[in-house]
């Protein structure tokens, strides 16, 4: 096989990158190692910022998300007895779609497959070859058969445990990492939300999320140890956590049958580069972030806005974009992961109990109270919850 672009990972990366490419006319193949029901099996990311949908609906491929996206004006931010709404679309007129990651990718596939798209799903022994040459190739099984895809260009859109990233050589790249002291354990239940809009938030006991996936589905986390096992939390413990840590006065908790329940690590991570030679990384193959600010999806989103954009203007002869590419995307990267980073230590509790883990959680109760008061802190927390700009 020959084409112009070989794009490994058929997640909402791969997927979006090649679609877009399909509306500018540019060759694409799409070699993903799992299985359609595996993917859309997966419950992840559940927020887009607006000018992700935006990108969606330039693309044409809005139609799931425009019919049924719940638009939120604005999150609640809680501490113990305080709730307040942020109300982002007051304070900057912005405002964010809540539609969950598996509904993205299921329109994205419906799309792929009305167009006859070339995605190979259940691919084995996925490999790179020739990324320091113009004519770089991906390898892979399938179906019994060997493979080999000719291409200008590799895109890594294969997350964080894929094959790309560790295809630059060592001396070309750095990581940059950190772990923290918490996990989030997610479920999914089957009853409508108790909110109308997200609600974070800060408790002795961890933190507390109320999210949602549609009017009759809520999704809810709570912070739990990065060491804990799942089966130490059956439905009713996490369902009192959830009680206790949402607690707010004339507030109830509705509960409902859990259909989905896991532990999620958090990590921050970023490749100094997402270029070497032929190769570009997208998405979570080149950076993940907590996932407090919401942003591992839309990053995603906005890198693959750009290196989309990049190899058009590469095949009508300006190759400045996609030498650019790395940089650009990174700068965005950079700040994305910092307000993930804020967002993360505003809202979970420190394990320990010292004088220390006591100043901390003062010290955030402060920060809070300052962020719920201040107009200033406010827009900032709106701008980049909603989304920064895209370039
Ligand atoms: P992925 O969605 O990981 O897609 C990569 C694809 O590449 C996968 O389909 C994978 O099977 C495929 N692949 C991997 N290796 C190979 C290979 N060798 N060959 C071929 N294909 C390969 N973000 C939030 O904002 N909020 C959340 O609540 C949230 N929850 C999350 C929960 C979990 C468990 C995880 C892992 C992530 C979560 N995220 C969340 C992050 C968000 O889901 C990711 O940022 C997003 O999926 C990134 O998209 P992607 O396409 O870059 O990567
Ligand atoms: C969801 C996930 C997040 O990480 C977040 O910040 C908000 C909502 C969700 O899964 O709905």
Redesign the pocket.
């Given at each position: 096989l020959s084409t112009r672009v070989a794009i490994i990972g058929a997640g909402p990366a791969g997927l979006l990158l090649g679609w877009s490419l399909r509306q500018a006319g540019i060759d694409f193949v799409i070699v993903e190692n799992k299985s359609r029901e595996y993917i859309l099996g997966r419950?992840?990311?559940?927020?887009l910022e607006q000018g992700a949908v935006e990108t969606l609906q330039r693309l044409g491929v809005s139609e799931g998300v425009d019919a049924r996206g719940l638009v939120h004006h604005g999150i609640y931010l809680q501490s113990p007895g305080l709730r307040h709404h942020v109300d982002f679309n007051e304070l900057i007129g912005r405002t964010v779609t809540?539609y969950?990651?598996q509904a993205v990718v299921r329109d994205l596939e419906a799309a792929h497959d009305a167009a006859g798209s070339a995605v190979f799903y259940e691919a084995g022994d996925v490999a790179v070859r020739g990324i320091e040459t113009r004519s770089p190739s991906l390898t892979f099984t399938h179906d019994g058969s060997d493979y080999t895809v000719e291409a200008d260009f590799i895109v890594g859109a294969d997350g964080f445990h894929g094959i790309s990233r560790p295809a630059i050589p060592n001396n070309r790249l750095t990581v940059f990492d950190k772990t923290y002291p918490f996990a989030?354990l997610?479920i999914l239940a089957d009853v409508a939300p108790s909110t109308d809009e997200?609600i974070?938030a800060l408790h002795p006991d961890g933190f507390a999320?109320h999210?949602?996936?549609s009017n009759s589905v809520s999704?809810l986390?709570i912070q739990v140890d990065p060491g804990d096992d799942i089966s130490n939390w059956p439905d009713s413990r996490i369902w009192d956590a959830l009680h206790t840590r949402l607690a707010s006065d004339g507030w109830a908790l509705n509960e409902g049958p859990v259909t989905e329940k896991s532990i999620t690590p958090m990590r921050s991570f970023v490749a100094s580069t997402l270029n070497h030679g032929s190769l570009f990384l997208v998405g979570d193959s080149g950076h993940i972030v907590p996932?407090?600010?919401?942003?591992?999806l839309n990053s995603a989103i906005s890198d693959v806005t750009q290196l989309s954009a990049a190899i058009v203007t590469h095949y009508a002869d300006d190759s400045a974009l996609l030498s650019s590419y790395s940089d650009t995307a990174l700068v965005r990267q950079w700040k994305v992961q910092q307000f993930s980073q804020w967002?993360t230590d505003l809202l979970h509790v420190r394990p320990g109990t010292g004088d220390e883990a006591a100043f901390d959680y003062r010290s955030q109760l402060g920060r809070l109270d300052y962020v719920t008061h201040s107009l200033y802190a406010q827009r900032s927390l709106a701008e980049q919850y909603t989304g920064l700009p895209l370039g």
């Open positions: 419950v992840r990311a559940g927020v809540v969950g990651q989030w997610g997200l974070y999320m999210s949602m996936r999704r986390y996932p407090t600010g919401a942003k591992g967002m």
